[in-house]
């Protein structure tokens, strides 16, 4: 598959060749490849969709020495839950600390949770690794009910997530932060995050 880039991440045109990304959400790996294409050094991408793993693999192979791709679901770290239930099917799970604990640091974290952007960054221990971070967002609301999906989404008595906490809470960990809504009245965007020492490739 072909990707046409738009660049609507504002990646720069070049990224240092040891820099490491942290994909979560890949789908087909479009966002894995503008990275790659901009000189990053490696690349672990994960995605719950099997099918999605699947084309990743086939849209990455000329990058196959530079990216590691799994078929997981990538959940909060404040739980021990090794199984997620993807459209009412089971997939295996990894808690988001886990993986970055391997990590000696991430550059570049993106995020494309539908929705649990939230709890993972909200139950993480490990942001002081991580340089930049790029949210594809949904804002959230009401999470008042017993369902599985309120059950997992929600923080301590948080049961509203809005980008603009995140920003606020993004921010007392040392990060500027940026916000680019889909359409003014959309519940949906890009977040930019980053550390004075990371990538402020969105200013």
């Avoid at 490491?20 to 789908?27: K, L, S």
């Avoid at 404040?78 to 009412?88: A, P, R």
């Amino acid at each position: 598959m072909a990707f046409t880039s738009n660049n609507k991440y504002l990646l720069p045109v070049f990224l240092s060749p040891v820099s490491i990304v942290v994909d979560i959400g890949m789908e087909g790996g479009s966002f894995t490849k503008e990275c790659l294409d901009r000189g990053v050094g490696m690349v672990y991408g994960f995605d719950a969709q099997q099918k999605m793993v699947e084309l990743a693999t086939e849209n990455l192979k000329e990058y196959a020495d530079k990216v590691k791709l799994y078929h997981q679901a990538v959940v909060r770290s404040d739980e021990d839950n090794y199984q997620y239930l993807y459209n009412g099917y089971p997939v295996d799970a990894v808690r988001f600390d886990f993986i970055i604990s391997h990590l000696e640091r991430v550059d570049i974290l993106r995020l494309n949770c539908r929705g649990n952007e939230y709890p993972i960054l909200y139950t993480t221990n490990y942001l002081d690794r991580i340089n930049s971070i790029i949210v594809d967002f949904t804002e959230l609301k009401g999470l008042q009910n017993a369902s599985k999906t309120a059950s997992a989404l929600r923080v301590g008595t948080l049961n509203h997530f809005k980008i603009k906490d995140l920003q606020t809470f993004l921010e007392t960990k040392g990060f500027k932060t940026k916000v680019k809504r889909n359409n003014p009245l959309s519940k949906r965007g890009i977040l930019w995050a980053y550390r004075p020492q990371g990538f402020p490739f969105f200013i």
